[in-house]
């Protein structure tokens, strides 16, 4: 195949339909007063129609602060039931109600909270991942997201008992920086467990020159081999200050559009697993311009939670907000 059928003309019918549902979504957008929110990891389109691009912090500030009557949460469930909690009086709609999250599922609330129960004795302080359904946020002390684990974990009491659910990695991580010894919810990503130390090494082998950014959510033996390990917001301004000509960037592929974006002039490699040279999130890309298209014009489907759980999920999340800032 020659490098020019690669890439469509752009008059080809491809680039037109694309470009009309952008100008749609905007108008859309504009006539419904509402705010489009979207992670790093979207699609490069959906960032490019987006009013905000970030991780999981800088999207819950950005969903705190939003003054439009509509949020349009480009991300996945837990991401939008997060904006709704701190923004309860917005509509917040998402492009497709399905994009869950293998974390989030990995530690339902009841399971917690019969954990909890049965070590009652620990009295735990118990530190949630972003990452988790509003029913684990309303049984967590407090909340936390890669940006801001570190620090959140410093300010709890040295005499507290600490249960870190649900990811075991970020988990172990944050012991690793802190020193804190903590008891961890055996869950995990299942798309960060896809790097593999041969995988890893395979690629810094074809670009020995190349500096590694990794996300905590990976495995030890991968963020051994990354030069820095961060949240998908600090992998910015990490890949900004570095002098290196090629980054391989070991996290969801969407990362690469956002660094592309506003790190020019640089090449992105994305970090590849043991069967596929990079790695998508299938509940991150079940969003797609057509769905956000119909759910800015038919305004659903609409995140909706009782108030009860929304208002003790609330009580965590806010403390994560006021110690982060
Ligand atoms: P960040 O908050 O670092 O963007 O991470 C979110 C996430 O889901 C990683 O898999
Ligand atoms: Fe969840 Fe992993 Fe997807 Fe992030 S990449 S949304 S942790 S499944």
């Known amino acids: 195949m020659s490098a020019t059928t690669l890439e469509p003309p752009a008059t080809a019918p491809g680039a037109v339909?694309?470009?009309?549902?952008?100008?749609?979504?905007?108008?859309?957008?504009?006539?419904?007063?509402?705010?489009?929110?979207?992670?790093?990891?979207?699609?490069?389109a959906?960032?490019?129609?987006?009013?905000?691009?970030?991780?999981?912090?800088?999207?819950?500030?950005?969903?705190?602060?939003?003054?439009?009557?509509?949020?349009?949460?480009?991300?996945?469930?837990f991401m939008a039931e997060t904006a709704k909690i701190v923004n309860p009086t917005k509509k917040v709609v998402l492009?497709?109600?399905?994009?869950?999250?293998?974390?989030?599922?990995?530690?339902?609330?009841?399971?917690?909270?019969?954990y909890l129960?049965?070590?009652?004795?620990?009295?735990?302080?118990?530190?949630?991942?972003?990452?988790?359904?509003?029913?684990v946020k309303a049984?967590?002390?407090?909340?936390?997201?890669?940006?801001?684990?570190?620090?959140?974990?410093?300010?709890?009491?040295?005499d507290r008992n600490i249960l870190f659910v649900p990811d075991q990695n970020l988990g172990a991580w944050v012991t690793e920086k802190t020193g804190r010894k903590m008891d961890y919810w055996q869950g995990n990503?299942?798309?960060?467990?896809?790097?593999?130390?041969?995988?890893?090494?395979?690629?810094k082998l074809e670009f020995p020159d190349a500096p590694v950014v990794a996300h905590p959510e990976c495995t030890l033996a991968v963020r051994l081999l990354a030069d820095e390990v961060c949240s998908t917001e600090k992998m910015v301004h990490w890949c900004?200050?570095?002098?290196?000509?090629?980054?391989?960037?070991?996290?969801?592929?969407?990362?690469?559009?956002?660094?592309?974006?506003?790190?020019?002039?640089?090449?992105?490699?994305?970090?590849?697993?043991?069967?596929?040279?990079?790695?998508?999130?299938?509940?991150?890309?079940m969003n797609t311009m057509e769905k956000l298209r119909d759910c800015l014009r038919d305004l659903q489907p609409e995140l909706t939670m009782p108030e009860d759980l929304r208002a003790r999920a609330e009580v965590p999340l806010l403390r994560m907000l006021e110690w982060s800032r």
Do not use: W
């Open 189 to 203: 990503c299942y798309l960060h467990m896809e790097f593999t130390r041969k995988s890893i090494e395979r690629i």
């Open 240 to 285: 900004k200050a570095q002098s290196a000509p090629d980054i391989i960037v070991v996290t969801e592929a969407g990362m690469l559009h956002r660094l592309e974006r506003e790190v020019p002039g640089k090449r992105f490699i994305p970090g590849p697993t043991d069967h596929c040279a990079c790695a998508d999130c299938r509940f991150m890309k």
């Open 17 to 44: 339909i694309r470009t009309d549902l952008a100008a749609e979504i905007l108008r859309l957008k504009r006539e419904r007063n509402a705010v489009i929110l979207a992670h790093n990891y979207q699609i490069g």
């Open 139 to 158: 049984l967590s002390d407090v909340i936390c997201t890669s940006g801001n684990a570190v620090k959140i974990v410093e300010r709890i009491p040295a």
């Open 46 to 77: 959906i960032q490019d129609v987006a009013d905000y691009v970030g991780d999981s912090l800088g999207l819950s500030y950005a969903a705190q602060k939003a003054d439009a009557d509509v949020i349009v949460f480009c991300g996945v469930h």
């Open 95 to 114: 492009p497709d109600l399905n994009a869950g999250c293998s974390l989030s599922d990995s530690c339902p609330p009841d399971k917690l909270a019969a």
């Open 117 to 135: 129960q049965a070590h009652a004795d620990k009295n735990y302080y118990v530190v949630a991942y972003i990452n988790c359904s509003a029913g």
